[in-house]
């Protein structure tokens, strides 16, 4: 603990000895370990996007530097104008832990929305709140999530080890497409995975059997984003 201490009194130290105008409210947050950043200082800016009760009182939420004082609802319109045009969705039958960590990963890559497709109810723990900026969406049941897709023009490609299953290193994933997961226990239902155009796995080298929902499902997106945003052909 002393040594954190320590360390804060170090950096702060260090601040300090910065000229006050070249030291900004964000420098200073990292500097003392804080997440976010405090009260606005100087004159308040006019554009709408921000928010006076953050500017007023400080935004320790978990968003990028850039979003820093803004309404929820003005990061999300920014998000929606550039989302990818990839959905994600998962089953939960049985309330998987998983699913949080999926929503928050999503976020991250900037899906065009997560389906949850079974229970209503999920664990938001793993999600951090970033669930508030993405678009969520329940299916009761694959009929319904597959005739939605359908609807769209997505193609359903399910994720999991099955012994016919494509490797997912090998497959060129089509831009418009919905990645489906399965859940802990069971994997992929066999309703899901009749719904799928293909279902895909991905390589193991090791003794277990699978990985948890939450690691593939951010394999299979990270896949996409190497697919269509960086234009790697496998
Ligand atoms: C823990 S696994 C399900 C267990 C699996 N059915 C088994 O036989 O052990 C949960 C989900 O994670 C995903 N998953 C885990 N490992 C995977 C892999 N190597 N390839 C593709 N999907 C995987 C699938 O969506 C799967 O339905």
């Not at 002393?2 to 964000?26: C, G, K, N, P, Y």
């Not at 928010?51 to 820093?68: A, I, K, M, S, W």
């Not at 009761?140 to 016919?164: N, Q």
Request: with cysteine; proline share 5%.
């Amino acid at each position: 603990m002393w040594r954190r201490d320590l360390t804060i009194r170090i950096l702060r130290t260090l601040v300090f000895m910065q000229s006050e105008e070249t030291t900004t409210a964000a420098e200073r947050a990292v500097a003392e370990h804080i997440v976010g950043v405090g009260p606005w200082e100087g004159p308040w800016p006019e554009d709408e996007r921000y928010d006076p009760e953050l500017l007023e009182r400080g935004d320790r939420r978990n968003v990028l530097d850039r979003y820093r004082y803004w309404t929820m609802e003005a990061i999300v319109a920014d998000l929606d104008s550039r989302r990818h045009p990839f959905h994600v969705a998962i089953e939960n039958w049985q309330h998987d832990l998983n699913i949080g960590t999926v929503v928050r990963t999503a976020n991250a890559f900037n899906a065009a929305a997560v389906h949850i497709i079974g229970r209503r109810r999920w664990n938001r723990r793993g999600a951090m709140v970033t669930d508030r900026y993405l678009h969520v969406h329940h299916h009761p049941d694959v009929e319904s999530f597959a005739a939605w897709a359908r609807e769209e023009g997505l193609t359903v490609l399910g994720v999991d080890l099955f012994p016919d299953s494509v490797p997912l290193e090998t497959y060129d994933l089509p831009e418009r497409c919905v990645l489906v997961f399965g859940q802990e226990g069971p994997g992929l239902s066999p309703e899901a995975v009749e719904a799928a155009e293909s279902t895909l796995s991905i390589e193991q080298f090791g003794s277990t059997r699978s990985m948890n929902a939450a690691s593939a499902a951010a394999i299979a997106m990270h896949a996409w984003v190497r697919r269509w945003a960086f234009g790697q052909r496998v």
